[in-house]
């Protein structure tokens, strides 16, 4: 998007130079013969880079619209509303600087996040009107835009129709939100990496694989002290059983050492 708006820009400047330029002869009682058109000309460029640059940013917020769990008027999203979303996007987004993009988005893998919520919220076993109440009202949640008048009557509807149908609706609800918070864009994912890896490689200037791997085992050992996962560990949250340690005695540790600790765990268990 900055290069097409800047490609608009110095469009712009030009033709307004140009512009500038046939006023002055103008003033000066200079001829203008052969100025108007090349001034016309660009004047035409730099408005159609603009249309251009605006299709484009209207084009790709309808995209990224496409991997959200609901759709702009509320519904559960799913792959073929958001295969046809990108379609109809797509032709605005050309260009070599959207050539990525463009293949990102047209990748059956990027939606596959969109199927396993599905997947996920009918494993959940609860009857199809009190899951797609519990969605409606999460639906709204997650669009705040949304409130209305109408949308605030509609959300209060569903609770009635929760209340009586489902007496404990709210904690239907909260399995509703896990599962929708459990699953995650792989784009997702490798941004949360390479932010990590961003900041050591800015602090390092030089991250070796060997150091990437030493930070990578003591996160995956460290307990979060805050949120819904405090006091537990990546490798805990894996259901990999090691050691209660600290991070520096698990690494006076010997390969034999802890392969033993390991193994009399697992028979233990």
């Given at each position: 998007?900055?290069?097409?708006?800047?490609?608009?820009?110095?469009?712009?400047?030009?033709?307004?130079a140009?512009?500038?330029?046939?006023?002055?002869?103008?003033?000066?009682?200079?001829?203008?013969q052969?100025?108007?058109?090349?001034?016309?000309?660009?004047?035409?460029?730099?408005?159609?880079?603009?249309?251009?640059?605006a299709?484009?940013?209207?084009?790709?917020?309808?995209?990224?619209s496409?991997?959200?769990?609901?759709?702009?008027?509320g519904?559960?999203?799913?792959?073929?509303?958001?295969?046809?979303?990108?379609?109809?996007?797509?032709?605005?987004?050309?260009?070599?600087?959207?050539?990525?993009?463009?293949?990102?988005?047209?990748?059956?893998?990027?939606?596959?996040?969109?199927?396993?919520?599905?997947?996920?919220?009918?494993?959940?076993?609860?009857?199809?009107?009190?899951?797609?109440?519990?969605?409606?009202?999460?639906?709204?949640?997650?669009?705040?835009?949304?409130?209305?008048?109408?949308?605030?009557?509609?959300?209060?509807?569903?609770?009635?129709?929760?209340?009586?149908?489902?007496p404990?609706?709210?904690?239907?609800?909260?399995?509703?939100?896990?599962?929708?918070?459990?699953?995650?864009?792989?784009?997702?994912?490798?941004?949360?990496?390479?932010?990590?890896?961003?900041?050591?490689?800015?602090?390092?200037?030089?991250?070796?694989?060997?150091?990437?791997?030493?930070?990578?085992?003591?996160?995956?050992?460290?307990?979060?002290?805050?949120?819904?996962?405090k006091?537990?560990?990546?490798?805990?949250?894996?259901?990999?059983?090691?050691?209660?340690?600290?991070?520096?005695?698990?690494?006076?540790?010997?390969?034999?050492?802890l392969?033993?600790?390991?193994?009399?765990?697992?028979?233990?268990?």
């Open positions: 998007m900055r290069k097409a708006r800047g490609a608009a820009a110095r469009a712009l400047d030009r033709a307004d140009a512009q500038k330029g046939l006023d002055r002869r103008g003033r000066r009682g200079q001829s203008r052969g100025h108007g058109t090349a001034t016309h000309r660009l004047w035409q460029q730099a408005e159609r880079l603009w249309d251009q640059a299709a484009a940013e209207t084009a790709w917020e309808r995209a990224r496409a991997f959200e769990f609901f759709t702009p008027d519904h559960l999203n799913g792959r073929a509303h958001a295969e046809a979303v990108v379609a109809a996007a797509l032709p605005h987004l050309s260009g070599a600087a959207w050539a990525k993009t463009r293949r990102l988005l047209l990748r059956r893998e990027s939606f596959t996040f969109l199927d396993q919520a599905r997947q996920r919220l009918t494993a959940l076993g609860l009857a199809p009107d009190v899951l797609a109440a519990l969605l409606d009202l999460e639906g709204l949640r997650r669009q705040p835009w949304r409130l209305s008048a109408s949308t605030r009557a509609w959300a209060l509807v569903r609770t009635v129709q929760l209340t009586k149908g489902c404990d609706w709210r904690e239907e609800s909260r399995r509703v939100r896990a599962v929708l918070r459990g699953v995650w864009r792989a784009s997702s994912l490798v941004e949360c990496v390479n932010s990590v890896a961003r900041m050591q490689q800015g602090r390092h200037r030089k991250m070796t694989q060997g150091l990437l791997d030493l930070k990578r085992l003591y996160w995956n050992l460290r307990r979060f002290r805050t949120g819904r996962r006091g537990q560990t990546p490798y805990g949250l894996l259901a990999l059983e090691l050691p209660d340690l600290s991070f520096w005695e698990f690494l006076k540790l010997t390969p034999e050492r392969r033993e600790t390991l193994s009399a765990q697992k028979f233990a268990a």
